[in-house]
């Protein structure tokens, strides 16, 4: 069976203070019992990652879609910087901000461009002009952060729990879908 995540990504490459925000947003999961209070293999990855448990119905309109049976149905936080993409499903346009082109079918230097220094910035490979990356219009929604909240195989998130996520990370955020 393929794996599917829900990342919630705040829209900023340099979060700051974005380890002791984990541990905030890791306390208010376990507060509500949404995740365990330790962490075990339950993620995609090698690192060790929160698995779900009961308080996770209440965030979700379909319950019976969550993934209690699965091995792979944690949460993975992420605190290094990170291209958080859509797995498969890829890119299907991707907006530059200032010339208005579609970027999502070049070379995806700008990816690099952004990856390889300490700020917002990237470089448009049609007009070359640099870009704040979160100004791009990426369809669907992708990530670029030093922080993110990914959910293994759970179903769609109910918008006000995305809401009240929001509010604590305190800015714009990408939800990023991702098949693998
Ligand atoms: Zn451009």
Same mark, same amino acid.
Not at 38 to 55: H, Q, R, T, V
Not at 77 to 93: A, D, N, P, R, W
Not at 143 to 166: A, H, Q, V, Y
């Given at each position: 069976?393929?794996?599917?995540?829900? #990342?919630?990504?705040?829209?900023?490459?340099?979060?700051?203070?974005?380890?002791? &925000?984990?541990?905030? !947003?890791?306390?208010?999961?376990? $507060?509500?019992?949404?995740?365990?209070?330790? +962490?075990?293999?339950?993620?995609?990855?090698?690192? &060790?990652?929160?698995?779900?448990? +009961?308080?996770?119905?209440?965030?979700?309109?379909?319950?019976? $879609?969550?993934?209690?049976?699965?091995?792979?149905?944690?949460?993975? !936080?992420?605190?290094?910087?990170?291209? %958080?993409?859509?797995?498969?499903?890829?890119?299907?346009?991707? /907006?530059?901000?200032?010339?208005? &082109?579609?970027? #999502? =079918?070049?070379?995806?230097?700008?990816?690099?461009?952004?990856?390889?220094?300490?700020?917002? +910035?990237? !470089?448009?490979? %049609?007009?070359?002009?640099?870009?704040?990356?979160? =100004?791009?219009?990426?369809?669907?929604?992708?990530?670029? $952060? +030093?922080?993110?909240?990914? %959910?293994?195989?759970?179903?769609?998130?109910?918008?006000? %729990?995305?809401?009240?996520?929001?509010?604590?990370?305190?800015? &714009? /955020?990408?939800?990023?879908?991702?098949?693998?």
């Amino acid at each position: 069976m393929s794996d599917h995540s829900i #990342s919630i990504v705040p829209k900023k490459s340099k979060y700051y203070d974005n380890i002791a &925000k984990a541990e905030e !947003i890791l306390e208010w999961l376990i $507060s509500k019992d949404i995740v365990k209070p330790y +962490n075990s293999d339950c993620i995609l990855s090698d690192k &060790k990652g929160y698995a779900i448990s +009961n308080g996770a119905e209440k965030i979700t309109d379909y319950p019976d $879609s969550l993934p209690f049976f699965l091995t792979i149905n944690g949460l993975e !936080i992420t605190t290094q910087k990170e291209v %958080f993409h859509t797995g498969e499903s890829g890119m299907e346009k991707c /907006i530059c901000p200032n010339c208005n &082109k579609d970027i #999502s =079918q070049e070379e995806w230097s700008f990816i690099d461009d952004w990856y390889s220094q300490e700020n917002d +910035n990237s !470089i448009c490979p %049609f007009c070359k002009d640099v870009i704040d990356i979160h =100004q791009l219009e990426i369809i669907p929604e992708w990530g670029f $952060s +030093n922080l993110g909240f990914t %959910f293994w195989n759970w179903p769609e998130l109910k918008k006000d %729990f995305i809401e009240e996520f929001r509010e604590k990370l305190n800015c &714009k /955020i990408n939800v990023v879908y991702k098949h693998v």
